[in-house]
């Protein structure tokens, strides 16, 4: 046998050794918990929530969006509008909330958030994640809705010969 060879079965060997260590994990899921047994205790986390602060654009605040650190629903097609929801909106709004995949929670009014409006949502403490893992305290997130901005004025700074009632230009 060459010594080609020799290194080739070698590789061959450690790739079969890498897939079967591999495969076992899998069976065992993440953690050691068998594969089908999910851990019952643990405390949930909010990973990410949008939008937040202030926001320059309508666009970004279409649809409040939040991310979990556990599965919170099953894998399944669920429509727009269907699930649970738990997050509380003050002031409160209809919409509509849609699972996108089993961690991420979208909610859409029903019609745009108003401008120059403060929102706060809030995930209550409580929150059960669908492997029993709960959220221990409030997560809470304010947003800003876009606030007109000043765009031009009559008179300029300092210019002269104006009338007072010159007009006022906003966008938003």
């Given amino acids: ?10 590789l061959i ?9 591999s495969c076992k994990r899998k069976e065992k899921g993440e953690g050691g918990v068998p594969a089908g047994q999910a851990q019952v205790s643990g405390e949930l986390h909010v990973l990410s929530a949008s939008p937040k602060g202030p926001t320059s ?14 599965p919170m629903v099953p894998l399944e097609s669920l429509p727009e509008g269907k699930g649970s929801s738990f997050l509380m909106l003050q002031p409160s709004f209809s919409g509509k909330h849609r699972w996108v995949g089993t961690k991420t929670l979208t909610f859409t009014p029903d019609q745009r958030f108003p401008f120059s409006s403060e929102i ?18 409030d997560f809470s997130w304010v947003f800003g809705t876009v606030r007109p901005r000043l765009v031009k004025h009559i008179p300029q700074d300092k210019q002269k010969g104006q009338s007072q009632r010159a007009p006022v230009f906003y966008r938003n």
């Fill in 13 to 21: 060997c450690l790739l079969a050794l890498a897939l079967s260590i």
């Fill in 120 to 137: 706060r949502v809030t995930v209550p403490a409580g929150t059960r994640s669908s492997n029993g893992f709960v959220l221990n305290s």
């Fill in 57 to 70: 654009a309508f666009q970004e605040s279409e649809a409040l969006v939040v991310i979990f650190d556990q």
């Fill in 1 to 10: 046998m060459g010594r080609k060879s020799f290194i080739s079965l070698i």
